[in-house]
């Protein structure tokens, strides 16, 4: 796989806690330079780069990385992501949910998300790293059920990221029209071409141009 087909499928990332706009200006750079599919990056630059780059996909977070915000809380980010010009939104599920058994409020969090999303693409991340594998595989069932656009396994900021075998579990469990998106713990081109491999129709990674050895 050439570098070029590999750069359509990543989300192009900056979500470091102190990141600055001219770092953010120069990702969307890069991304256009590259042909991405998109940008992820922090809510408060949204309304500045889609001025700046009118043309680019941004994606944004959403709960992010925690997910422990009050629903309403998420709905709210998510109408003001999309208003400030964001095309895809990632989530980040309530975990605390999760291991109460409480599947029922986790799938109405994500459907709640998805209206505000007002038909543009939800992306749901259910940090796998923190999961057993019984709540990997109900995950992709409320993810399925919700009607979100994908499931993504990690926010990056968890004691672990994407694994190999999280996406087989996504790839066996989840619905006809769910996507998956691998995210942290891409280390090398071998791990990027790998969860392409396997079906991953995203990777979010902040480190693409130096995996590809790019000069940028």
């Keep these: 796989m050439n570098k070029e087909e590999i750069y ?4 192009h990332t900056l979500l470091r806690p102190t990141s600055r706009y001219d770092e953010i200006k120069t990702l969307c750079e890069e991304a256009i330079k590259y042909n991405t599919a ?6 408060c630059f949204i309304k500045r780069v889609r001025k700046d780059f009118p043309e680019l996909n941004i994606c944004t977070v959403i709960g992010f990385p ?5 629903s309403e809380v998420k709905v709210f980010e998510t109408e003001t992501a999309i208003k400030d010009g964001a095309n ?6 309530n975990q605390g949910d999760v291991k109460a058994g409480d599947f029922v409020k986790v799938k109405e969090e994500i ?3 998805k209206k505000a999303c007002n038909g543009k693409i939800l992306k749901v991340i259910i940090e796998t790293c923190n999961l057993t ?11 399925t059920e919700a009607g979100a656009d994908f499931i993504k396994t990690s926010t990056g900021f968890g004691e ?19 996507k998956m998106k691998a995210a942290g713990g891409v280390k090398t081109r071998e791990d990027l071409e790998d969860f392409i491999e396997l079906g991953c129709a995203r990777i979010g990674t902040s480190s693409a141009l130096k995996l590809l050895n790019e000069d940028a």
């Design 160 to 178: 672990a990221g994407a694994t190999r075998a999280d996406i087989e579990i996504f790839k066996d469990m989840i619905g006809p029209n769910v």
């Design 111 to 113: 459907e709640a998300v």
């Design 133 to 143: 594998e019984g709540e990997k595989i109900a995950m992709c069932q409320v993810v």
């Design 8 to 11: 359509k499928y990543i989300d």
């Design 66 to 70: 925690l997910g422990y915000n009050a």
């Design 88 to 93: 895809e939104i990632d989530m980040v599920i």
């Design 38 to 43: 998109s940008v992820c990056i922090p809510p």
